[in-house]
């Protein structure tokens, strides 16, 4: 037996629905993007949406649409996926890392103001594990700095914040429909926005920066002419995909419904424990949890142990600038101490909407025995 700590969940509905695609006149640029963009924007409570080729493509377009360029500082946290410090530097910026929460593992509003210069732009809050950050702070120091708020919700599709669900709360939000996630279209992001100009600059990053609409060309030779007006990417993302995801949207109520009940299992298996740290929830928020991460002593010896007895614990996430192309280039003094200690404990159980409670049990005995042998092996050593 071997449970992994993520996974997709496809029935036949998905794989009919992308079927009827196959079958269809258009496996790319056809209808069936403009509907996963419609129902994502009605699901999250955005005016707009760009489907786009991945959660990482989705951050990269999210800069660009915000006017970050060369020499530029992007505020966010250590504590995340690469792809978030990343799109700064590719649109010629600098990321800068704020600590995080002990308890939540967030960034810290605190440590973002302490970090804002002349020269920082925009600020990048990740909603790890799928916990909303605490977004109003962050709207406060963005408006009296003038910053735009990017929000990474890779983690946190279907979650809410005091009431409001994520992607209907800042100026551009992603997500991420990677196999892991709450849904999934194999690789695939999304971008959501109130703002209509944004919403455009996004539509054309998407598409190498070309536009085949008047209102953008200095002029026009027919209905064949095109014009690029911008440097964009090829990031667009197929009809094969976004009917996946079209399916995959019907049931994102009960997948989150359901990874919150593995959650609770799981907080009330551990809570009790004293020797493992479980995650604590901000108040006003309800996490959608893509992960659940507990924090116990000795990880390594846990982790080996965990991976020894066919349970696929992962480690989310490393340390940004603690890795080695950050190291190299000017990272090396950076240092955030809630992260780094947050880093040295945590550890990501399995949990997706398909795991049995069966499956969970065993996870939770076995995670308990580990982090027994492992104390007892460190007091035997003392």
Known sequence: MYIPYGTQSIDESDIQAVVDVLRSDYLTTGPAIAEFEEKTAEAVGAKYAVAIANGTAALHASCFAAGIGKGDEVITTPITFAASANCALYCGAVPVFADIKADTYNIDPAEIEKKITSRTKAIIAVDFTGQPCEMEQIYEIAEKHNLTVIEDAAHALGADYFGKRVGSLSDMTTFSFHPVKHITTGEGGMIVTDQ??????????????????????????????????????????????????????????????????????????????????????????RNSYHLYVIQVPERRRVFDQLRAAGIGVNVHYIPVYKHPYYQKNGYESVCCPNAEAYYAHCISLPLYPALTQKQQDYVIEQVKAAVAASEKKLDNNM
Request: aromatic content about 12%.
């Open 196 to 285: 209509k100009e944004l919403y455009e600059r996004l539509k054309l990053f998407r598409t190498h920066g070309i536009t085949r609409e008047e209102q953008w060309m200095d002029h026009s030779e027919g209905a064949w002419y095109y014009q690029q007006i911008a440097l964009g990417y090829n990031y667009r993302i197929t009809d094969i995909q976004c009917a996946l995801g079209v399916s995959q949207l019907k049931k994102l109520d009960g997948f989150v419904s359901r990874r919150r009940e593995l959650a609770k299992r799981y907080d009330e298996a551990f809570a009790p424990e004293g020797r493992i740290t479980v995650p604590q929830q901000q108040e006003g928020c």
